[in-house]
């Protein structure tokens, strides 16, 4: 029903708030999956350049919060609106890869 996937998406903007240092280490540690596919790409809105960039500027220092992502990437999207998304397609959709949702 739409009430339940308003309170699904409350909650999983709960959670991401308060797990914002779990999710910003998703950022630092994220890895390919692949040759071809890197766990990055597959967050919504999230390409090579945005993938490149993270890495490049992870390998200088690590993030410590979505403000500090914000700042030292440029033109990349809300990390937090973005984890936000990919927790919903995982929770409602099914995905190949789970990063947020365990045991679908």
Known sequence: T?????????????????????????????????KRVHQIELLPGLGKKHMQEIIKQRKEKEFVSFEDLKKRVPNLPDPQKTIEKRMMKELTEMERYNFFARGN
């Open 2 to 34: 739409e009430a339940a996937k308003e309170q699904l998406e409350e909650f999983v903007k709960k959670t991401v708030e308060e797990k914002e240092k779990e999710f910003v280490d998703f950022f630092n540690k994220a890895d390919a999956i692949n």
